[in-house]
């Protein structure tokens, strides 16, 4: 199902932001930034959400060492948002 598919889809979208921070890319960065904040606005992922765009804005600046520095903080909130979204299916 959906949730099943959440994080494994969150990773391809950070590990491409990632790449794209290490190969001095805004554009990627930007595009994999607003495909991962859609993706969490559709689960209600409230704090990865925040980041993306976060992330997004600053590669739309061309400030990628600062968007690189939230990476790892969208991860821990990615894999936050997908165990709170397994607690809740597993209560349903």
């Keep these: 199902?959906?949730?099943?598919?959440?994080?494994p889809e969150m990773n391809k979208r950070l590990d491409a932001i990632e790449a794209g921070c290490a190969n001095r890319d805004a554009t990627a960065v930007a595009?994999?930034?607003?495909?991962l904040k859609s993706m969490a606005a559709t689960f209600g992922a409230r704090a990865v959400?925040?980041?993306?765009?976060?992330?997004?804005?600053?590669?739309?600046?061309?400030?990628?060492g600062e968007a690189a520095d939230l990476v790892?903080?969208?991860?821990?909130a990615a894999t936050r948002a997908d165990e709170a979204l397994r607690k809740v299916r597993a209560i349903a």
Excluded: K
């Design 1 to 7: 199902g959906l949730v099943e598919t959440m994080l």
């Design 31 to 35: 595009h994999g930034a607003h495909s």
């Design 49 to 64: 959400e925040r980041l993306a765009q976060a992330i997004e804005d600053l590669a739309r600046t061309g400030s990628l």
């Design 72 to 76: 790892s903080p969208l991860r821990a």
